[in-house]
């Protein structure tokens, strides 16, 4: 039985980036498209890393900033001020 | 000396919990007067430990960037007349449905989340309920701002707030919601947070936002994916809530268990009618009801429970009732609809052979066998100037107030009719799962206000239909009715004519 | 308890006791296997109407636009009352035979195997 986690993020700019910088940082995610959406999935922990979205989108990006992007998650989150993690405990 | 920068989790700490204090004054139960009726437990409140740290500040900021660019969006959409680009006329009674049955629903959910901000005992979810109240308010107002422009040409939007307390079939969700913030706390997290903003959350999202997507409408695809960023910490918080209610303690389990199977039933009911408007109303369709609960139930909801399943929880009790009905339920609701269009602040019409051909390969078990011929004597009946309208009342569930038009799980042919005996009534329930739920609280469900026995009360306007649709608010010939006929059709077809040319006309003529 | 509630003993009203109903009672009937109806239909009845007027009126005139109803004979139905069988008397008021507030009636018209909606 899958124990995914998941995230969904609006296809822009940004989401574009910090789906990249998941995809880099996370092996085994899969990436799926649908309108205007980024489906990401993988097992069990997904982490999205500040520094590897910034240094895609060319400026100093905040965890926080994940906020403006998604659309929909499933597990459990940590926050730090560095990266944002999704996992099942 | 430079003061040592506060982390992320620090400064949430000091934020939210420095704020709080112990009460001297009052006894912390008259202070919370509603945190132990519901038989749930919390020995220590200070183990909560919050999923997002989002403190004020940071909210603003993020939601009124959100606001920005969804109104630059409404703004471009009113400008460039959006509403040409959509596929077709007829996928706006989806935006009715939405406007009249999820919008009020929003602003219900505003105004609890704010009773629970102050009403829970515990500092950090408070600050998570008065947030959501705010997100939710920021969702009733973004989608009412959107529909406005809808509004200035399509019918049945007009007064959607009056429609939602009166019409039959939208006691569904009013009931639904009525029943969820008349209940406790805790009950209100389970139901809400849990149940429907996340374990069913994208049954409701991924039929009305991809079907706007696929149907051209930019709008509704905005306010719905400006939304969804506020779903994602709402349901963060309904995981966490339910977990630290089981983890509290091993009493709490049963309980939460009892509104597990409650509100998943609920909330699959209410969610029958988003299932018929996505395999019925959309006109470029994205998957079918079935399908979208293969995925988005069957399968996600695995990863979920097994998850819980450490705590002592199992499944909801009559998910596989849910899952015998997929091939049936949303052919059911259609002729719910169908039957009661003259009723209705929204359209339904005759199903085209292209649409029943697409119905008959996403539903091979059923739609040619039971569905394709009862649709093709309707067509008939139309264009013999006879198009059938139901002019009795339905029977209604006393819980669900859906029209008991569903069907024994295993024989389409035999309506699923379940009653039971309280204080000297009769009470009919539409399945074994509204059955249990009556059952465990009558004198909740004795109380609801079922719109047809309202009618044959007279408190509905008259003892006439005309005096009720008026009632209603409802616009005789313009609201209600067949698709074919409607003034909205004569108003598609003429901008059509200027847009696209005359071979994308729907050239059914009218049958009333 | 029949409500988890604040205070002890809640008990709220019953928006549909008979009373409400202004000498009526609630009915329901519905024609079985034909789910062209999507549902039993709801009617607020005096207990006094003689079930020759419910079969032949009332019901009749629900059903009556049905392309199949032309060649029914409800004479030959069978019917059910709140779960039991149940042999109507044509002259004899409802409310003497056992239909009561909120009671539900089905009928058959159609031979076994032809119970397609």
Redesign the interface.
């Known amino acids: ?4 986690v998941s995230i969904t993020l ?1 296809n822009t700019q940004e989401g574009a980036a910090i789906t990249e910088a998941i995809l880099a940082d996370n092996e085994g995610a899969v990436r799926r498209d ?4 980024i489906k990401i999935d993988r097992a069990s922990r997904l982490v999205i890393k500040a520094s590897s979205v910034s240094d895609r989108l060319g400026r100093q990006w905040d965890p ?2 994940v ?8 597990g ?2 940590d ?3 560095d990266s944002l993690t999704l996992f ?2 | 000396m430079n003061a040592k920068k506060l982390t992320l989790k620090q400064k949430y700490i000091q934020s939210t919990r420095g704020l709080d204090w112990e009460y001297s004054y009052h006894s912390k139960e008259e202070i919370f007067p509603y945190a132990e009726y519901e038989g749930i437990k919390i020995h220590d409140w200070d183990a909560w430990e919050d999923p997002f740290k989002l403190t004020m500040d940071s909210y603003w900021r993020f939601q009124a960037e959100k606001e920005r660019k969804l109104y630059a969006v409404i703004d471009s959409v009113a400008q460039n007349s959006g509403q040409l680009g959509v596929t077709d006329a007829r996928y706006f009674n989806a935006v009715k449905l939405f406007i009249q049955g999820v919008t009020p629903l929003e602003y219900q959910a505003h105004r609890h989340f704010a009773h629970l901000a102050r009403h829970l005992p515990g500092a950090g979810l408070r600050v998570a309920a008065q947030m959501q109240s705010i997100d939710e308010l920021r969702h009733a107002q973004t989608q009412i701002h959107t529909i406005s422009h809808y509004n200035k040409f399509f019918d049945g939007m007009h007064d959607f707030a009056h429609m939602h307390d009166r019409l039959w079939y939208l006691s569904v969700p009013k009931s639904f919601f009525d029943d969820a913030t008349s209940a406790g706390p805790f009950e209100f997290m389970t139901a809400i947070s849990f149940a429907f903003e996340y374990v069913l959350t994208n049954l409701l999202f991924v039929p009305f936002m991809s079907g706007a997507a696929f149907n051209g409408d930019l709008a509704t695809v905005t306010f719905g994916f400006s939304a969804q960023s506020d779903e994602s910490r709402h349901m963060t918080l309904g995981l966490e809530a339910v977990r630290f209610m089981l983890e509290q303690d091993e009493a709490n389990v049963p309980i939460v268990q009892r509104w597990l199977d409650k509100w998943f039933w609920r909330g699959y009911r209410l969610l029958s009618l988003v299932g018929m408007m996505m395999d019925y109303m959309l006109p470029k369709k994205i998957m079918s009801w079935a399908e979208a609960w293969e995925m988005y139930y069957e399968e996600a909801g695995g990863a979920l429970f097994a998850d819980l399943a450490r705590y002592g929880i199992r499944e909801p009790k009559y998910a596989g009732v849910a899952k015998a009905e997929k091939d049936h339920l949303t052919h059911q609701v259609w002729t719910v609809f169908y039957n009661y269009t003259h009723a209705a602040a929204l359209h339904t019409w005759d199903i085209d052979d292209q649409h029943m051909d697409w119905l008959s390969e996403k539903y091979p078990n059923s739609f040619d066998r039971i569905y394709r011929p009862r649709y093709l004597a309707w067509r008939k009946q139309a264009a013999e100037g006879k198009r059938f309208y139901n002019n009795g009342l339905p029977q209604l569930c006393q819980v669900c107030q859906i029209p008991m038009a569903f069907t024994e799980p295993g024989d389409p042919s035999t309506v699923s009719f379940r009653v039971s005996e309280y204080a000297g009534d009769k009470f009919h329930t539409c399945s074994d799962g509204c059955k249990d739920i009556f059952d465990y609280e009558p004198e909740k469900y004795v109380q609801a206000w079922l719109p047809v026995h309202q009618i044959f009360q007279g408190n509905c306007g008259g003892a006439t239909i005309p005096e009720v649709l008026d009632w209603y608010h409802l616009k005789e010939g313009v609201d209600n009715l067949d698709y074919a006929g409607s003034p909205e059709q004569a108003m598609w077809n003429n901008w059509m004519v200027g847009r696209r040319g005359s071979d994308n006309l729907d050239t059914k003529t009218a049958a009333k | 308890m029949a409500v988890t509630s604040i205070q002890p003993n809640y008990s709220g009203p019953f928006r549909d006791r008979v009373e409400n109903f202004h000498g009526n009672q609630l009915v329901y009937v519905h024609w079985e296997g034909h789910l062209n109806f999507c549902s039993a239909i709801a009617l607020a009845l005096p207990p006094e109407m003689p079930f020759r007027t419910l079969a032949e009126e009332v019901i009749a005139g629900l059903y009556g636009s049905d392309p199949q109803w032309a060649s029914v004979d409800l004479s030959r139905a069978r019917w059910m009352l709140d779960g039991v069988d149940w042999n109507p008397v044509p002259e004899r008021p409802i409310g003497e035979q056992q239909v009561g507030h909120k009671s539900l009636i089905r009928f058959w018209t159609d031979p076994v195997e032809n119970t397609r909606g």
């Open positions: 039985m899958s124990r995914d609006q649908f309108p205007a959406m926080q900033e906020h403006l992007s998604l659309i929909s998650l499933s459990s989150i926050e730090d001020d099942w405990r």
